[in-house]
């Protein structure tokens, strides 16, 4: 545990390839990484651990990971925890990576926004966000489990989300316009496989795939279709 008082936290320099853990190994893993009482907390570092926790910041205080995350807890278990953050901000270079049904959730404190970078996402579990003004998001989700997002999506970027069950429960915006001229959609692509008859049955995978759209005069808000 990290306890800074209310002061500033920074985990590596940037720039020199430092790793916390010094491999993805299971044996050579942190355990849980946890920090509270921080102010602006900056994540230079790779981190190779069971378990990252952040437990609230100070007021407008800003959370910043630009290198990779890799974290398998070894059981099913919510491995990357920030809980009443006002801004979190996921670099170019942090890529997440979670195993063994590791998920992830990101709570702000209804004042900042989370912003996550080109650096793709590939998690073992479940992915949610919620109480933050805007999420802007320019990488690539593949969960194995449910993707939650709950505030105002930006897309910086064409990408896609995949997960066993995709929820939106705000607007998707652009924030820049497509090169060519066509709306923003949100579809499904699925693979169906039948049993032999006489069952009949139906099993079904689909992927969201989330494009930008041009804005129009008046905001546009976009739901998925209904499977």
Request: proline share 3%; with cysteine; charged share 15%.
């Amino acid at each position: 545990t990290i306890n800074a008082s209310g002061g500033d936290v920074t985990l590596g320099r940037a720039g020199m390839g430092d790793s916390f853990g010094s491999s993805v190994a299971a044996d050579s893993r942190f355990g849980t990484l946890r920090v509270v009482s921080v102010n602006t907390l900056n994540v230079e570092a790779a981190i190779n651990a069971g378990v990252f926790q952040q437990d609230s910041a100070s007021a407008n205080a800003t959370t910043t990971f630009n290198g990779a995350l890799n974290l398998d807890n070894g059981v099913a278990a919510t491995v990357l925890s920030l809980t009443n953050i006002p801004n979190v901000v996921f670099g170019n270079g942090a890529t997440v990576t979670t195993g063994t049904t590791g998920s992830v959730s990101l709570d702000g404190d209804t004042t900042g926004n989370l912003t996550v970078g080109t650096g793709a996402w590939t998690l073992n579990g479940d992915f949610t966000e919620s109480d933050f003004g805007t999420f802007t998001l320019s990488a690539d989700f593949s969960a194995a489990g449910n993707v939650n997002i709950n505030d105002q999506l930006l897309l910086d970027a064409d990408v896609t989300i995949s997960g066993a069950n995709v929820t939106f429960s705000n607007t998707i915006n652009s924030l820049t316009a497509p090169a060519r001229s066509e709306e923003g959609r949100v579809g499904k692509e699925c693979r169906s496989r039948w049993a032999p008859y006489p069952e009949q049955k139906q099993t079904t995978r689909c992927t969201n795939r989330v494009h930008q759209h041009r804005p129009s005069r008046s905001q546009d808000t976009i739901s998925p279709r209904a499977p």
